[in-house]
């Protein structure tokens, strides 16, 4: 038999060790872990709506037209509370034996609202009675019956005792309850009741965690009180400073470890000094075919300040597509290569990796400047004095994928590591770089200068936070030649139109990519494939054109080869997948269709738009979706179920192209995690913090731990005191960081 644990908790009035232990699976095992347990969003008295009101608001909105509404304004269904008297309640067969459970609510203001449950119906029938009052949230909608009407929302009997709370105008506070909570029927009732008790009682000691002037300063409640607060606050202002507190707490602890972090680093390591205005550069300035944009002066500043700062460089460089980074990076590498050193460009894929070796072949011809490529699947005698070159230190440049540290490679005297598309190599890869450069020098504690470039325009809030240990440069504008991309979704059925105008444009000389999602058919998933729908085009609409195929599955010289003829204007087609995402740099290519384009994220669809309007010409994008999704353009509301709907997504690719925008929408629609792969991104599991609407925060936190650890860089000063325990706690995930004892 299994041991029955013992359970603090438990010794509660009103929980005994049955209840504790549904607890414990929830994670709460003490006392103050129940007073840790904050609510998870709160019911304000004062905008509970009356029934009628409600069924205004309702009627409002479902006015609303999609199409005429620009995807920032479109406002998701809101949340709801009313408060009300349960007058009538009965029961209804539907469909094949099933019933669904009615309870009409009045509450005087004229209109009755309806609330609908199809599960668990005998259950609610035993919870409810005519004359119960009971308070409701959820999302109303409206039907042919009933003005007011919510399926399955939350509800709640009000109690004698608490209606004072709710006459009042007072704020209730609401928890996350799990199903294990419902059945036990665990409530928000019985939440504030046990959590009173414990807070009343002062069961749990709480020491605070922020120092004393930070409190002050910046008008924080003191832990106590903050926790109070949260639970049971007495105003509105009272919780949002309480609000306030937590994140701010969340999120400067998270930047403390970060700067902390990067302060061993500039401590011990030491950056080697590059000279910014050598030949190399100067010569290759002055034969640039255009000139540098204000941006992306700015940004070789920036590195070449580091360059000669004596610390490693440590810089993420954040441009949208085609806004020109990679001229910057040569530039930078230049400088670099005449100091005597060597430079690392690493690509995500063999694809990007040839292209930029091949950019930098183009640009560094007039010079003697010695360049490797190195990429898997390169035969061993070749790969063996690639090596050579590379140990030597004759190789000045090596580009390549990760297969850089597969292969036991020496590099000779690395000073320079630029990683490009950032979000796709994990934080690791990073770091066995710099393991790899520091072994090519003899003085051990020099670190290479890193730059990190990313297309992928995170909004300000993720970079501060998962790139926090980098300096962001950011390149704004695109260079002045490019003209907006014009884009257009384009239903199935109207794609014949498309084809005659990608026939046209052709006809004036220019290119054009069709991406699908697919490589092959396949049974499971309905989408179109690249092979198949190239051999059916091919030899019908396209039959009279040069068409060429790009995939993942084709061996790396079939690849080499169709890009090169695409780059050559040998071909008119390139049907392809997202192999050509990132980096492809094709001027001529004005046109891209992409096929089922709902399958694809927003960032990644603006990646795959970079690919066009890089040149002076008028480029168009056709988002292909189905058919169907005009139906969904014509539904007048949008159920927050359906934030991710593909269409909306679409939608917000019509109206901008600025990639900084499209992935604040992303942020938005998808959340953080969705966006970076939580995993791979490091981002932690903010609680409290969010990362879409608190970026004052963050930013605030930021400001304020930089300034801390810059003064007092080891918290010593009595001051900090609090500040070490604390953030030692933080950093051994020690939950007690929130200031319990
Ligand atoms: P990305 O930031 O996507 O890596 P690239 O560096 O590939 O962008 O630049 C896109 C294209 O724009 C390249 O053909 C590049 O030569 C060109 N380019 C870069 N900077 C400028 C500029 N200041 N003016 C005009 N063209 C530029
Ligand atoms: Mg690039």
């Given at each position: 038999?299994?041991?029955?644990?013992?359970?603090?908790?438990?010794?509660?009035?009103?929980?005994?060790?049955?209840?504790?232990?549904?607890?414990a699976?929830?994670?709460?095992?003490?006392?103050?872990?129940?007073?840790?347990?904050?609510?998870?969003?709160?019911?304000?008295?004062?905008?509970?709506?009356?029934?009628?009101?409600?069924s205004?608001?309702?009627?409002?909105?479902?006015?609303?037209d999609?199409?005429n509404?620009?995807?920032?304004?479109?406002?998701?269904?809101?949340?709801?509370?009313?408060i009300?008297?349960?007058?009538?309640?009965?029961?209804?067969?539907?469909?094949?034996?099933?019933?669904?459970?009615?309870?009409?609510?009045?509450?005087?203001?004229?209109?009755?609202?309806?609330?609908?449950?199809?599960?668990?119906?005998?259950?609610?029938?035993?919870?409810?009675?005519?004359?119960?009052?009971?308070?409701?949230?959820?999302?109303?909608?409206?039907?042919?019956?009933?003005?007011?009407?919510?399926?399955?929302?939350?509800?709640?009997?009000?109690?004698?005792?608490?209606?004072?709370?709710?006459?009042?105008?007072?704020?209730?506070?609401?928890?996350?309850?799990?199903?294990?909570?419902?059945?036990?029927?665990?409530?928000?009732?019985?939440?504030?009741?046990l959590?009173?008790?414990?807070?009343?009682?002062?069961?749990?000691?709480?020491?605070?965690?922020?120092?004393?002037?930070?409190?002050?300063?910046?008008?924080?409640?003191?832990?106590?009180?903050?926790?109070?607060?949260?639970?049971?606050?007495?105003?509105?202002?009272?919780?949002?400073?309480?609000?306030?507190?937590?994140?701010?707490?969340?999120?400067?602890?998270f930047?403390?470890?970060?700067?902390?972090?990067?302060?061993?680093?500039?401590?011990?390591?030491?950056?080697?000094?590059?000279?910014?205005?050598?030949?190399?550069?100067?010569?290759?300035?002055?034969?640039?075919?255009?000139?540098?944009?204000q941006?992306?002066?700015?940004?070789?500043?920036?590195?070449?300040?580091?360059?000669?700062?004596?610390?490693?460089?440590?810089?993420?460089?954040?441009?949208?597509?085609?806004s020109?980074?990679?001229?910057?990076?040569?530039?930078?590498?230049?400088?670099?290569i005449?100091?005597?050193?060597?430079?690392?460009?690493?690509?995500?894929?063999?694809?990007?990796?040839?292209?930029?070796?091949?950019?930098?072949?183009?640009?560094?011809?007039?010079?003697?400047?010695?360049?490797?490529?190195?990429?898997?699947?390169?035969?061993?005698?070749?790969?063996?004095?690639?090596?050579?070159?590379?140990?030597?230190?004759?190789?000045?440049?090596?580009?390549?994928?990760?297969?850089?540290?597969?292969?036991?490679?020496?590099?000779?005297?690395?000073?320079?590591?630029?990683?490009?598309?950032?979000?796709?190599?994990?934080?690791?890869?990073?770091?066995?770089?710099?393991?790899?450069?520091?072994?090519?020098?003899?003085?051990?504690?020099?670190?290479?200068?890193?730059?990190?470039?990313?297309?992928?325009?995170?909004?300000?809030?993720?970079?501060?936070?998962?790139?926090?240990?980098?300096?962001?440069?950011?390149?704004?504008?695109?260079?002045?030649?490019?003209?907006?991309?014009?884009?257009?979704?384009?239903?199935?059925?109207?794609?014949?139109?498309?084809?005659?105008?990608?026939?046209?444009?052709?006809?004036?000389?220019?290119?054009?990519?069709?991406?699908?999602?697919?490589?092959?058919?396949?049974?499971?998933?309905?989408?179109?494939?690249?092979?198949?729908?190239?051999?059916?085009?091919?030899?019908s609409?396209?039959?009279?054109?040069?068409?060429?195929?790009?995939?993942?599955?084709?061996?790396?010289?079939?690849?080499?080869?169709?890009?090169?003829?695409?780059?050559?204007?040998?071909?008119?087609?390139?049907?392809?997948?997202?192999?050509?995402?990132v980096?492809i740099?094709v001027?001529?290519?004005?046109?891209?269709?992409?096929?089922?384009?709902?399958?694809?994220?927003?960032?990644?669809?603006?990646?795959?738009?970079?690919?066009?309007?890089?040149?002076?010409?008028?480029?168009?994008?056709?988002?292909?979706?189905?058919?169907?999704?005009?139906?969904?353009?014509?539904?007048?509301?949008?159920?927050?179920?359906?934030?991710?709907?593909?269409?909306?997504?679409?939608?917000?690719?019509?109206?901008?192209?600025?990639?900084?925008?499209?992935?604040?929408?992303?942020?938005?629609?998808?959340?953080?995690?969705?966006?970076?792969?939580?995993?791979?991104?490091?981002?932690?599991?903010?609680?409290?913090?969010?990362?879409?609407?608190?970026?004052?925060?963050?930013?605030?936190?930021?400001?304020?731990?930089?300034?801390?650890?810059?003064?007092?860089?080891?918290?010593v000063?009595?001051?900090?005191?609090?500040?070490?325990?604390?953030?030692?706690k933080?950093?051994?995930?020690?939950?007690?960081?929130?200031?319990?004892?």
């Open positions: 038999m299994a041991d029955k644990k013992e359970y603090e908790i438990q010794y509660l009035k009103g929980v005994g060790p049955k209840r504790a232990e549904v607890f699976q929830a994670g709460i095992t003490n006392y103050s872990d129940l007073i840790l347990y904050f609510p998870t969003s709160y019911i304000d008295r004062n905008s509970v709506k009356s029934i009628q009101e409600l205004k608001i309702i009627k409002n909105e479902n006015q609303f999609f199409r509404t620009k995807i920032q304004d479109i406002k998701f269904q809101t949340e709801y509370s009313l009300g008297k349960i007058v009538k309640i009965s029961e209804k067969e539907f469909g094949h034996h099933r019933k669904l459970l009615l309870l009409f609510i009045s509450d005087g203001s004229g209109v009755n609202a309806r609330i609908v449950f199809f599960n668990r119906i005998e259950y609610f029938k035993k919870s409810y009675q005519i004359d119960d009052w009971v308070m409701v949230n959820g999302y109303p909608e409206s039907d042919q019956y009933f003005d007011v009407s919510f399926t399955h929302p939350e509800i709640e009997k009000i109690d004698i005792e608490e209606s004072g709370l709710y006459r009042k105008g007072g704020i209730l506070p609401k928890y996350r309850l799990p199903e294990i909570f419902v059945k036990s029927q665990i409530t928000h009732k019985t939440l504030r009741k959590i009173k008790e414990v807070i009343e009682t002062k069961k749990v000691e709480l020491q605070e965690t922020l120092p004393d002037y930070l409190l002050q300063d910046l008008k924080l409640p003191k832990i106590e009180n903050c926790i109070e607060a949260l639970h049971f606050p007495t105003n509105k202002n009272e919780l949002e400073k309480a609000r306030f507190r937590v994140k701010f707490e969340e999120s400067f602890l930047q403390l470890t970060l700067l902390t972090k990067r302060k061993h680093q500039i401590k011990y390591e030491k950056g080697l000094i590059i000279e910014k205005n050598t030949t190399l550069v100067k010569s290759f300035y002055k034969h640039l075919p255009f000139e540098l944009t941006s992306q002066i700015q940004v070789l500043k920036d590195i070449f300040n580091d360059f000669k700062s004596q610390r490693p460089m440590n810089r993420l460089l954040q441009g949208d597509v085609g020109g980074k990679t001229i910057v990076a040569i530039i930078s590498m230049l400088a670099v005449d100091a005597g050193y060597q430079v690392v460009f690493m690509a995500p894929t063999e694809l990007l990796a040839e292209q930029h070796y091949n950019t930098l072949k183009k640009f560094l011809e007039p010079y003697s400047i010695k360049i490797e490529l190195l990429v898997g699947g390169q035969k061993k005698k070749y790969r063996n004095e690639i090596n050579e070159e590379i140990s030597s230190g004759r190789a000045q440049i090596i580009c390549g994928t990760h297969a850089l540290f597969q292969s036991n490679i020496k590099f000779n005297k690395l000073a320079y590591v630029i990683i490009d598309e950032q979000h796709r190599f994990g934080v690791s890869q990073r770091a066995e770089l710099i393991e790899l450069a520091k072994q090519s020098y003899n003085e051990l504690d020099v670190v290479p200068h890193i730059l990190v470039m990313s297309a992928t325009p995170i909004p300000r809030t993720l970079t501060m936070t998962i790139y926090g240990d980098l300096n962001v440069s950011v390149i704004k504008e695109l260079p002045k030649n490019r003209k907006p991309i014009k884009t257009k979704v384009v239903f199935n059925q109207n794609r014949l139109k498309v084809y005659e105008f990608i026939k046209a444009e052709i006809a004036q000389g220019r290119q054009c990519y069709i991406v699908y999602p697919l490589v092959e058919k396949s049974e499971k998933i309905d989408y179109k494939a690249v092979i198949e729908h190239y051999e059916e085009l091919k030899d609409i396209f039959k009279d054109y040069r068409v060429g195929m790009l995939h993942g599955q084709l061996f790396s010289y079939e690849k080499d080869d169709a890009m090169q003829a695409f780059l050559n204007k040998e071909l008119d087609i390139l049907f392809a997948t997202t192999v050509i995402e980096g740099d001027p001529n290519a004005t046109i891209m269709v992409i096929e089922d384009s709902e399958r694809f994220g927003l960032s990644q669809l603006h990646q795959l738009r970079g690919r066009i309007g890089r040149g002076e010409s008028q480029s168009y994008c056709f988002l292909f979706t189905k058919d169907y999704f005009q139906f969904q353009l014509k539904k007048t509301k949008i159920d927050p179920k359906e934030r991710k709907a593909a269409i909306i997504r679409l939608k917000a690719m019509e109206e901008t192209s600025d990639g900084f925008k499209i992935s604040e929408i992303d942020l938005e629609l998808r959340g953080p995690g969705d966006i970076m792969g939580t995993k791979q991104s490091g981002l932690p599991d903010f609680r409290y913090l969010d990362l879409v609407n608190d970026g004052e925060i963050i930013s605030l936190s930021r400001t304020i731990a930089s300034n801390i650890i810059a003064t007092d860089p080891n918290l000063s009595l001051e900090n005191n609090i500040l070490l325990i604390t953030l030692k933080y950093i051994n995930k020690d939950k007690s960081f929130l200031g319990i004892a």
